[in-house]
């Protein structure tokens, strides 16, 4: 059986606390943006199956042009939301510090 190793920068006891552990709704979150992906894909996808459908072209006159526009708005929209989810981010959170190191981690860097 391994021996396990402790690291030396860390003393004992000042591991994470379970308070300080990220919560299991990470997961969820994760899961939710998961499934919004495959919806979002899957109605494309299924968008062009249906425009050559018989049935579909009876039912809704669709030309190549007008399908061009509804592809392109989707297209136009995988460009956008990106942008616009990193400024909602940034607003929220605010931009990312530097990582500021801790009173364990050496800043000397005359021994390299």
């Known amino acids: 059986m391994p021996t396990l190793i402790s690291n030396p920068c860390v003393p004992p ?8 552990r990220p919560s299991s709704q990470r997961w969820l979150m994760i899961s939710y943006a998961f499934s919004a992906t495959i919806i979002n894909y ?3 996808q299924v968008l062009s199956v249906a425009v050559t459908s ?6 809704v006159p669709l030309t190549g042009e007008s399908y061009g526009y509804i592809t392109a708005a989707f ?9 616009i989810a990193l ?3 940034l607003f929220l959170i605010g931009p990312l510090s530097p990582v500021q190191p801790n009173e364990y981690e050496s800043t000397d860097t005359q021994g390299i």
């Open 42 to 44: 899957s109605d494309r």
């Open 87 to 89: 400024a909602i981010v």
């Open 13 to 20: 006891g000042d591991g994470p606390t379970p308070e300080a």
């Open 54 to 59: 018989p049935d579909f072209k009876a039912a």
């Open 75 to 83: 297209m136009l929209a995988y460009g956008i939301m990106p942008l």
